[in-house]
């Protein structure tokens, strides 16, 4: 069964680092993109980053651009986020997915709440 599992949220303040990790397992996913999403509340899913599965490839949403970096480890089947200088406007839900299409995701985590006081 394939699976997407996050982890490392949590509460910071204003300013500071969190790092968010994905372990992705149930398949081979080097035909995929990594993607981190999040959901605010009363607001809708926004895209925050997408990395290849190869690591070589990086896309990021401008809300986040120059702040947050995400990488992969291969090895470990995990994809990253690395968060800093956050804001309250970065409090949401992240979520994990993988999209082997440029259209769609196939697979989704559960989320992991980030809160940021402010």
């Known amino acids: 069964q394939v699976q997407l599992v996050e982890s490392g949220g949590g509460l910071v303040q204003a300013g500071g680092s969190l790092r968010l990790s994905c372990a992705a397992s149930?398949?081979?996913?080097?035909?995929?993109?990594m993607v981190w999403f999040r959901q605010a509340p009363g607001k809708e899913r926004e895209f925050v980053a997408r990395?290849?599965?190869?690591?070589?490839?990086?896309y990021y949403a401008d809300s986040v651009k120059g702040r947050f970096d995400i990488s992969i480890d291969n090895a470990k089947n995990t994809v990253y986020l690395q968060m800093n200088s956050l804001e309250a406007a970065d409090t949401a839900v992240y979520y994990c997915?993988?999209?082997?299409?440029?259209?769609?995701?196939?697979?989704w985590g559960q989320g992991t709440q980030v809160t940021v006081s402010s």
């Open positions: 997915a993988a999209a082997r299409g440029s259209w769609a995701c196939d697979y």
């Open positions: 149930g398949r081979s996913f080097s035909r995929y993109k």
């Open positions: 990395i290849s599965w190869s690591g070589d490839s990086t």
